[in-house]
């Protein structure tokens, strides 16, 4: 996206578009990637082990990266993740998929050709914060000032 319309507005807009399209279409779900810049997962454990500890998707929705592409998550015990400092390490778009109420899938994938490691995003309809929903509208009726 280009740097003048990086902003809440657009932002808002477009996440607007979105709930508009999962009303119209009955969906479900709604899935998709979202990465962490560097491909050594052991550089990003605190993220990795912070997502896998506390927002794994539940066992239906749990979908798992392929064997041969499967980078782990559980680098680090649960009682060892300082919440604070892992929350400063994810990229702003995970944090906000974490806040609308989404799940993150069982393994990454390190995609050497962006320099990324990739994690499976999944927003279930039911499991959306009722906080976005009541500022969208419930029927996609009210648009973002």
């Known amino acids: ?29 709604m899935i998709g990637c979202a990465s962490l810049e560097g491909v050594d997962p052991e ?6 082990s912070y997502l896998h500890h506390f927002h794994a998707a539940p066992a239906e929705w749990r979908a798992e990266a392929l064997p041969g592409k499967r980078a782990r998550f559980d680098l680090l015990p649960k009682e060892a993740i300082d919440m ?19 799940y993150v899938g069982d393994g990454a994938v390190v995609d050497e050709a962006f320099g990324t490691t990739d994690v499976l995003i999944v927003l279930p309809k039911a499991a959306i914060n009722p906080r976005y929903i009541d500022y969208y509208g419930a029927d996609a009726d009210r648009y973002a000032a």
Not at 5 to 21: N, P, Q, S
Not at 43 to 48: D, M, V
Not at 84 to 102: C, E
Request: positive net charge; proline residues 7%; aromatic residues 10%.
């Open 84 to 102: 604070r400092s892992a929350l400063r390490t994810l990229p702003p778009l995970i944090k906000a998929y974490l806040r609308l109420g989404a």
């Open 1 to 29: 996206m280009l740097k003048p319309y990086r902003d809440k507005r657009t932002v808002e807009l477009l996440w607007h578009g979105i709930w508009a399209y999962v009303l119209a279409h009955k969906s479900d779900v």
């Open 43 to 48: 550089k990003l454990r605190l993220p990795l």
